[in-house]
């Protein structure tokens, strides 16, 4: 799983698939579901946060992004969104829409804490920032969707960075590096494919930080998709206890 301070916790489809009508309230109001994401995002980061400072047991970037924390974040980005809706038009049915997502976020963030945060003893966030270059080369009109992820010194894996599109109509080279890695990575991996779901692994071993992959003459290989991240190694729960898994 992905790191909470890793961003992205939840998509639009994942608005939509809790409610389906969401994305078009937003539009017909001037709403930016986006934005309610992230503030949404912003929002929980703090609570968790305090909750593991008031427990004095680790850190908000060792949070994993379980299942229950999304469904918390979508919840809550609704609520956001249905409130801004009913003070935008005073409309009773956004009204509604607004209290019973708010009840089903406040139920879901109750859930959350008892079951516990989960954590990653030594958490590897993922690229913040990839770069793909097109150059002169030999390779055919293509189009490339890339992501990279990055590994520490135990070869742990972080989740995957955000997918870069780039693509060239006549004979190229294609370079790839990450921006910016985290201080605890080592080595990174290269995932590419001519289209999003077809990203696959590219490079046999982990490449050392800093180093740049160079498209070969033979082209992408069939690798494995990316992984989801890392997985707990324990959770924080109110009492101050720790529980494996």
Do not use: C
Request: aromatic fraction near 8%; glycine fraction near 8%.
């Amino acid at each position: 799983m992905a790191l909470l301070v890793d961003g992205d916790l939840s998509r639009l489809d994942d608005l939509k698939a809790q409610d389906a009508g969401v994305l078009d309230v937003a539009n017909g109001e001037g709403l930016d579901p986006r934005a309610k994401l992230d503030l949404a995002a912003g929002e929980i980061q703090e609570e968790v946060e305090a909750f593991l400072d008031w427990e004095e047991t680790g850190r908000v970037d060792q949070v994993v992004a379980s299942v229950s924390l999304k469904r918390w974040h979508v919840l809550k980005t609704l609520e956001a969104v249905y409130r801004d809706a009913y003070f935008s038009q005073l409309n009773d049915r956004y009204g509604q829409k607004w209290r019973h997502f708010e009840a089903l976020a406040e139920e879901q963030r109750r859930r959350y804490f008892e079951s516990g945060v989960q954590m990653a003893a030594q958490p590897v966030r993922r690229p913040s920032r990839v770069s793909a270059e097109i150059g002169e080369g030999v390779t055919g009109a293509a189009t490339y969707w890339v992501q990279a992820t990055l590994l520490d010194a135990e070869r742990r894996e972080s989740a995957a960075s955000a997918a870069v599109a780039v693509s060239s109509p006549v004979p190229h080279s294609l370079l790839v590096s990450v921006l910016f890695p985290e201080e605890n990575a080592t080595h990174w991996n290269l995932y590419a494919g001519a289209d999003e779901a077809s990203v696959g692994l590219q490079n046999a071993e982990p490449l050392p930080v800093g180093e740049t992959w160079m498209l070969p003459a033979s082209g992408l290989v069939s690798g494995r998709p990316p992984g989801n991240g890392q997985t707990a190694d324990f959770r924080v729960v109110r009492s101050g206890l720790l529980r494996r898994g």
